[in-house]
């Protein structure tokens, strides 16, 4: 299996320890709500519980995957807005995931899941791993 089949499965599951455990320990994650990436297992790892937490209806429709890069598309809700959207998975040498982008559309979508992602950081004191 690959790293973006093993992600995939995790989410799917929404098992929060398999997702991370596809991460390098120095994972860039580039969130479409963030103007900088979160680096590191521990960070991304929150971010991804956050997300979990915030998205509805999650479902993956679609992948596509090479040896050093995976690319998931999903649909899901944050509240009334539909999210379309894809998980950009790119690997190391040791086949963990070390950058990972998430696009996101429509705008509105966009700015739905920013409010939310805002106040999970605020309940968590401000920062992932809070």
């Avoid at 790293?3 to 994972?27: I, N, Y």
């Amino acid at each position: 299996m690959s790293v973006g089949t093993d992600f995939r499965t995790a989410v799917e599951a929404r098992d929060l320890e398999a997702m991370s455990a596809c991460l390098s320990e120095g994972v860039e994650f580039y969130s479409p709500v963030a103007f900088r990436p979160f680096v590191g297992r521990e960070v991304a790892t929150a971010v991804l519980g956050f997300v979990a937490e915030t998205f509805e209806d999650f479902r993956y429709v679609d992948e596509l995957g090479s040896e050093a890069s995976h690319m998931l598309r999903f649909r899901a809700r944050v509240g009334d807005r539909e999210v379309e959207g894809v998980d950009l998975l790119e690997t190391g040498d040791d086949g963990l995931v070390e950058r990972f982008t998430v696009m996101l559309r429509p705008l509105s979508a966009v700015m739905a899941m920013g409010e939310a992602m805002s106040e999970a950081f605020e309940a968590a004191g401000g920062k992932p791993g809070a």
